[in-house]
């Protein structure tokens, strides 16, 4: 197992078409993502955020440059072999939540530990400590729609966790929340970070988060500078 960063991007490149009309996603950019730290990418809309987000989680490949995920070359793998490590070293956290409305919060938790072979006695077990973890322990048997928009992200964090991933990638974690919410989960983000050693890298157009993070990465217009905090 590595000893340095979880995670490094080195002169990543994203376009979208080809030839006059190309659009520029992403221009050189290097990063470094360590873990047991809450890691920012800042940027307007269409700053490349996201782009860069799916490829350092291999959703996506950059047209040059590579990405380690503890030295090793994850956009030369084959798909199989990508796939694989998604699914066992990194969770994924989305602004819409992502939650299955006709399931429980309970079993939305533990719907990918069931796609991924998990036993039941183990299931229960992992989807039931996570929810404690996230503090919805009195709230495991409701739907999403009967759950609060900060009540649903933290089912959403509770069940990439419960995956035991080494790396959790937020796209606007608290893009539909209020201000007070939002300070909510960032401070259970934060915790993560620090009691679990998980790295999360999240993605942000709100300069109030600033403060709650370890280290940011502004993006603009798909280049990149590091601002250490």
Not at 36 to 50: E, M, P, Y
Not at 98 to 125: C, F, Q, T
Not at 207 to 223: H, K, N, Q, S, T
Request: proline share 5%; hydrophobic share 40%; aromatic share 4%.
């Amino acid at each position: 197992m590595a000893t340095g960063p979880l995670v490094r991007a080195v002169g990543v490149e994203r376009t979208f078409g080809s030839g006059p009309t190309a659009v520029w996603a992403l221009r050189g950019v290097s990063l470094e993502i360590e873990g047991g730290r809450l890691t920012a990418l800042k940027g307007r809309s269409g700053s490349g955020k996201t782009t860069l987000l799916n490829i350092l989680g291999g959703l996506d490949r950059p047209n040059a440059g590579a990405v380690y995920f503890d030295d090793r070359d994850i956009t030369k793998l084959p798909e199989a072999e990508l796939t694989r490590i998604r699914l066992r070293s990194i969770g994924y956290v989305f602004q819409s939540f992502g939650l299955m409305p006709l399931l429980s919060a309970r079993e939305n938790v533990e719907l990918p530990l069931r796609m991924a072979g998990i036993p039941h006695k183990e299931r229960r077990e992992r989807s039931e400590r996570w929810l404690a973890y996230v503090g919805l322990e009195k709230r495991m048997k409701h739907r999403p729609y009967e759950l609060s928009g900060g009540e649903q992200q933290r089912t959403a964090l509770a069940r990439a966790l419960a995956m035991q991933p080494r790396l959790i990638l937020a796209d606007e974690p608290t893009g539909e929340l209020d201000t007070t919410t939002s300070a909510q989960v960032l401070d259970l983000l934060k915790r993560v970070t620090r009691e679990t050693g998980v790295a999360i890298c999240l993605t942000t157009h709100d300069p109030a988060i600033m403060e709650m993070v370890d280290v940011v990465y502004g993006l603009v217009d798909g280049r990149l500078a590091r601002e250490e905090q």
